[in-house]
């Protein structure tokens, strides 16, 4: 799993990056969007991107699949 948080380059977390890790072959990416205000967890990786993603907004809570297998509360990301 990569967990990345926008830099100042939010475009380049957003695409180009997500793209390497799934031709690379990482189960899960996990984006913290400043600029959104949100929290996206890629998952099911192919080579042309990943195939599931799940939004929430800062303040919702987040389920993290196995091997994890938590809830990510954000309410503190607010």
């Known amino acids: 799993m990569v967990v990345e948080v926008t830099s100042t380059?939010?475009?380049r977390d957003r695409e180009a990056k997500r793209h390497c890790y799934a031709n690379g072959g990482i189960p899960l990416y996990?984006?913290?969007d400043r600029g959104k205000g949100s929290l996206?967890?890629?998952s099911d990786p192919?080579?042309?991107g990943y195939q599931e993603?799940?939004?929430v907004s800062?303040?919702?809570s987040i389920d993290l699949p196995a091997p994890f297998s938590f809830t990510l509360e954000t309410?503190?990301?607010l």
């Open 9 to 11: 380059k939010p475009d």
């Open 30 to 32: 996990l984006l913290v």
């Open 40 to 42: 996206t967890l890629f």
């Open 46 to 48: 192919e080579k042309a």
């Open 53 to 55: 993603a799940v939004v």
């Open 58 to 60: 800062f303040g919702k």
């Open 75 to 77: 309410a503190d990301f």
